[in-house]
């Protein structure tokens, strides 16, 4: 079975289980998350199924917003409530405007330190467990993309921003380096992914109403097509030779009878009956389109 479940991840589950919740469920073995929450952390998680986890790469591109409560005054080791707390300090001067002209700073293209308790790898180790062993490493400054962040609610010490970001954005280190540039500390306190990509929260089905649907024996009427991620790509048509020379990995000139639009760097192909038979990258060097993935 191949296509995408789009769950609504619960506080206090990892991803992980999860994905081992749907494998259970469904019998199928080739699962995969299309990037990781946090076990307090709720909200949208894509879980890809059969060929359709060969496209988590692209998934894990796409644009993602997370509603985010901070407590301003706390810091943790971790930058959420479930770590150990390392200060605390009085926030209640801090205004309005002051947190709205911090938060300037971090619109816009942004470097961020991974946090300690993240799966980010040091000398082939991930931090996370360097942090458990009570190991403090030095991490290199990474670029964000922070496309908007905007304040949903203030109620001091607790502030609640909406916050629309590219891959590899840390919500987490948002929070603590919002609290050093307000001069009195802060960790995150909830988050809930609300879209990645094409899925929303409002659409996500809860893992007790998917195992519901697995015992009903309607759960693959969930399970969006796994071509519904690219739906903003080029659309090439092939005729069953180019169909072959795909299938072969033979690079192919789609400029006669199925052009691309100037300019697309991928684009997903069909046969003539409608069924995705691949994607397809341009060379720009050969003017050529060379076959990426290809699929059953």
């Known amino acids: 079975m191949d296509g995408i479940l789009n769950i609504n991840k ?3 589950k990892t991803s992980f289980a999860v994905v081992a919740m749907v494998k259970r469920l469904t019998h199928e073995k080739h699962a995969g998350h299309a990037g990781t929450l946090d076990p307090m952390a709720t909200g949208v998680l894509p879980v890809c199924l059969g060929q359709a986890t060969r496209l988590v790469e692209y998934l894990m591109d796409t644009t993602k917003t997370y509603l985010a409560e901070i407590e301003l005054g706390v810091s943790t080791d971790s930058y959420d409530r479930e770590g150990a707390e390392t200060q605390r300090s009085d926030a209640s001067a801090v205004t309005f405007a002051q947190i709205e002209a911090a938060l300037h700073a971090f619109r816009g293209v942004i470097t961020q330190v991974p ?3 993240s799966a980010v790898k040091h000398q082939g180790k991930p931090l996370y ?3 458990r062993a009570g190991i403090d490493v030095e991490r290199k400054g990474r670029t964000a993309k922070i496309f908007s962040l905007e304040i949903k609610g203030w109620h001091n010490p607790f502030l ?8 590899g954005t ?3 280190s948002l929070a603590n380096d919002l609290g050093q540039a307000l001069g009195c500390g802060a960790t995150l306190s909830k988050l809930e992914r609300s ?18 649907a697995c015992h009903g024996g309607y759960w693959e009427s969930l399970l969006y097509p796994m071509d519904s991620i690219l739906s903003l790509w080029a659309t090439a048509i092939v005729s069953e030779e180019k169909a072959k020379s795909i299938r072969n990995g033979a690079l192919i000139n789609l400029t006669e009878n ?3 639009p100037e300019g697309s760097q991928f684009c997903r192909a069909y046969t003539r009956d409608g069924t995705l038979l691949g994607i397809l990258h341009f060379d720009a060097e050969k003017k050529l389109w060379q076959p990426e993935k290809v699929f059953n």
């Open 10 to 12: 619960p506080a206090g």
């Open 115 to 117: 946090p300690m308790y």
């Open 129 to 131: 467990e360097l942090a």
């Open 160 to 167: 609640t921003v909406e916050v629309t970001c590219g891959k």
């Open 170 to 172: 840390y919500i987490r």
């Open 195 to 212: 879209r990645c990509g094409i899925f929303s929260v409002t659409e996500a089905v809860t893992p007790a109403a998917f195992e519901e």
């Open 258 to 260: 199925t052009p691309v």
